[in-house]
């Protein structure tokens, strides 16, 4: 993918997550305000990211303090040669496009029981298309999920092709945050 000219280059703590989930070993930074401000938009984004070196793609997540935070799994951890705990030399640059968001399987099949709100769907944007998983997968309960899928569906066969009512940064709502570093 080709990128933006525009690069940010910045020095960052890599930073243990408290609660890690089912997969250890992956860190994470939070931008500088500054980087994060030279993006295309406050929701998720995808980046070219170069760390001490070693290059990879990252999906960016908001912090909902307009700025972003990224996930860094153990492999690019290992191949740059860095370690949680100390600082690390990043360069990042956006893609120009975005590239097609992991459709979840419960709305993957919601949208094949719905010819119009798939019709709709495919007739959106891809960043349109980031914002309707971002939405669906932020719900912190799987009824608020189930009833965000049943929500998209009626929307999208109604012919909305945006997410309605939902900040993608996070910032008027506070429904983003970086997750908590382990001290």
């Known amino acids: 993918m080709s990128q933006q000219s525009h690069k ?3 020095r960052a703590r890599l930073l243990r ?5 089912e997969v250890a ?4 930074i939070v931008l500088p305000l500054q980087a994060s401000a030279t993006l295309p938009r406050r929701g998720r984004t995808t980046v070219a990211v ?3 070196g070693h290059g990879f793609e990252a ?10 935070w990224m996930r860094i799994d153990e492999r690019d951890l290992a191949c740059a040669g860095a370690m949680i705990g100390r600082e690390a030399q990043f360069e990042i640059s956006a893609l120009q496009q ?3 968001p992991a459709m979840p399987s419960d709305l993957a099949e919601a949208l094949a029981a719905a010819p119009e ?20 997968v932020s719900a912190k309960q799987s009824r608020t999920r189930t009833k965000r899928i049943g929500d998209a569906c009626e929307m999208l066969a109604s012919g909305k092709k945006r997410v309605c009512c939902f900040d993608p940064s996070g910032f008027y709502s506070k429904a983003f945050s970086a997750p908590q570093a382990d001290d």
């Not at 997550?17 to 989930?21: A, E, L």
């Not at 999906?59 to 972003?68: C, F, Q, T």
């Open 8 to 10: 940010s280059r910045f």
């Open 17 to 21: 997550p408290k609660q890690p989930g």
């Open 25 to 28: 070993g992956w860190a994470f």
């Open 50 to 52: 170069t760390m001490d």
């Open 59 to 68: 999906l960016l997540e908001p912090d909902g303090h307009k700025s972003h």
């Open 98 to 100: 975005e590239p097609e």
């Open 117 to 136: 709100a798939l019709a709709t769907w495919e007739a959106t944007t891809t960043v349109a298309r980031i914002d309707w998983v971002h939405w669906i």
